[in-house]
């Protein structure tokens, strides 16, 4: 069974840092990852999604890195803002339609 | 467009009810997904349809979990003799696709609360 960690589980950063979430995963053979966002009592936003032939995605502050054969991600975020604080999901498709998720990381941004 | 929407947003049940949450997928997205997300945790696959069909529902806890999508759009999970363990937010997320994997588009869950 796919099992996805997440490190750390929680984040505190002031404003302006770059910052790097953590994600790993045990079955390499994937269709893809996905990375999202969760505010509070809300549903998942999807940032990025990185197919299994590519490396990386880019969108405007965000990029995230796959390494299939060491079964890791990362979600980098430059120049953070207040208005990043949320929970990040890290969730992997195994089987072409089921997405097994990571615990999330909660962050928090500073003024 | 709009988005996935779920109704209702919350509902709190005495343990022994039957409830029933409904999903209104993207307008055309022939994929739908339930997931179940407990305190904490991360969210966990319940079953998917395409279209019309149940495609995999090996991620229902148990028989009191039943879900449907009668006419390939409208999704609706009930729970029969809801239990305190069911508390949990249920997600509802829908798909273009049916090859290859594209993006899944989440609702905003339904926070259920068995008291």
């Known amino acids: 069974k796919q099992e996805v960690t997440q490190i750390p589980a929680a984040l505190s950063v002031p404003e302006g840092e770059n910052l790097v979430l953590n994600c790993s995963f045990t079955?390499?053979?994937?269709?893809?990852l996905q990375w999202f966002r969760q505010d509070p009592g809300k549903g998942l936003t999807s940032l990025l999604l990185i197919q299994s032939s590519q490396r990386e995605q880019t969108s405007g502050r965000l990029n995230a890195s796959l390494d299939k054969s060491s079964g890791r991600s990362t979600l980098y975020i430059a120049a953070s803002q207040p208005g990043d604080s949320a929970t990040y999901l890290c969730?992997?498709?195994?089987?072409?339609?089921?997405?097994?998720f990571g615990k999330g990381t909660s962050l928090l941004v500073t003024p | 467009g709009a988005g996935v929407s779920q109704s209702p947003r919350y509902k709190v049940a005495k343990r022994g009810q039957d409830v029933a949450l409904r999903c209104d997928p993207i307008s055309g997205h022939v994929s739908l997904f339930w997931y179940q997300q407990a305190l904490g945790q991360g969210p966990e696959f319940l079953t998917y349809f395409q279209n019309e069909a149940q495609l995999d529902k090996s991620g229902l806890p148990s028989d009191r979990f039943f879900a449907e999508r009668p006419e390939g759009s409208v999704s609706t999970l009930k729970i029969q003799r809801t239990q305190q363990e069911d508390s949990a937010v249920y997600l509802c997320?829908?798909?273009?696709?049916?090859?290859?994997?594209?993006?899944?588009?989440f609702g905003p869950g339904t926070r259920l609360t068995v008291t």
């Open positions: 079955d390499s053979a994937i269709y893809n």
């Open positions: 969730a992997v498709e195994n089987s072409g339609y089921a997405l097994n």
């Open positions: 997320a829908s798909s273009p696709r049916t090859g290859n994997s594209y993006e899944q588009y």
